[in-house]
């Protein structure tokens, strides 16, 4: 069965007492230029060969990439790159679903606690090692630490204590550790 016309479609929503979608009669650019508050957008159909294109509005766009682009690694980018001012935004922004709202809390809520767990763990142990004095040979005390750090209960966070011993910061290995694999998105293109 092929497409109903405007007036028979009109006619049948009538006797079943179904709304039909409102007809705009615009100019291709004037539909483009516009951007509705919580619309999507504008189905542009050609009566001479009955050709349909869809004309998106900008805010739906970009809440549609959103949507469809995010997932829990490209939120872990975010935050590993401290622009944690952007998911923030999205956790308050009245255009999102609250569905969307929940999911991204949640999967930022986890990768923090990764986080500040492993950085509190590690700093807990580092202040536990062993007392060495001064007048030590380096390579005499580097050993001990090492000693200290490859202890079974202590070997996972071997990397985070040496690069503590050295003076070095942390939180680069710490986010490399917590990565998480591209995972689904919160919304499939096309749903």
């Known amino acids: 069965m092929g497409e109903l016309s405007r007036p028979s479609l009109e006619t049948y929503c009538s006797l079943k007492n179904l709304k039909v ?10 539909c483009a230029s516009e951007d509705i508050k919580n619309r999507e957008g504008y189905v542009a159909t050609f009566p001479s060969n009955g050709l349909k294109v869809k004309i998106k509005f900008e805010t739906y766009c970009q809440l ?24 923030d935004s999205w956790l308050v922004d009245p255009k ?7 999911w991204l809390n949640q999967v930022v809520i ?6 500040d767990d492993l950085i509190n763990q590690a700093h807990h142990i580092f202040a536990g090692r062993p007392e060495l004095s001064i007048m030590m040979p380096y390579k005499e005390s580097r050993k001990i630490m090492a000693q200290y750090f490859m202890k ?8 985070f204590l040496f690069k503590l011993l050295d003076g070095k ?17 919160f919304k499939v293109e096309g749903e």
């Open 152 to 159: 079974d209960e202590h070997k996972k966070y071997s990397a």
């Open 110 to 115: 986890g990768l923090s606690t990764q986080h």
């Open 21 to 30: 979608v409102e007809k705009f009669n615009k100019y291709l650019n004037e």
């Open 96 to 102: 999102m679903p609250e569905t969307f709202k929940t």
């Open 169 to 185: 910061s942390i939180d680069d290995l710490i986010w490399k550790t917590i990565e998480p694999a591209a995972a689904a998105t």
């Open 64 to 87: 549609h990439k959103v949507l469809t682009g995010l997932n829990a690694r490209s939120i872990w980018e975010l935050m590993r790159d401290g622009q944690q001012e952007k998911l």
